[in-house]
């Protein structure tokens, strides 16, 4: 599976944003697709995930009613729209795919390219 990640920027605190991750290669009906967020000198961390065929989702806790992850069938594009931005938040976000939902990076194959985004306080 090819992935592209766009979306990201600066934004201020309190604000929004929402990345896009388009897939194409291959049928997704067995795939989960996951975003994860890196900063420097730490481990690539899960933010958000969901299966294509059941919609299943799972967060991280330091998201959960903020961020909401979606999928668009018909586009092949799972989205990540993120709401009440923090500074902490800030990060490259990298969006991934693997045949199951797993929450480890080491667990997806499929990685696209990262887009970087800024929180400012």
């Known amino acids: 599976v090819q992935l592209q990640a766009s979306g990201g920027g600066l934004v201020q605190a309190g604000g929004s944003l929402r990345l896009s991750c388009a897939a194409s290669?291959?049928?997704?009906?067995?795939?989960?697709v996951a975003w994860f967020r890196q900063t420097p000198g730490k481990e690539r961390d899960i933010v958000a995930a969901i299966t294509w065929s059941h919609g299943v989702t799972y967060y991280a806790d330091s998201v959960k009613g903020r961020f909401t992850i979606s999928r668009d069938n018909a586009k092949n594009i799972v989205y990540l729209q993120m709401n009440n931005l923090k500074p902490e938040d800030t990060a490259v976000y990298y969006c991934?795919?693997?045949?199951?939902?797993?929450?480890?990076?080491?667990?997806?194959?499929?990685w696209g390219q990262g887009t970087e985004v800024t929180v400012s306080s």
């Open positions: 290669g291959r049928t997704l009906s067995s795939y989960a």
């Open positions: 991934a795919a693997a045949k199951g939902l797993y929450y480890t990076g080491s667990s997806y194959s499929d």
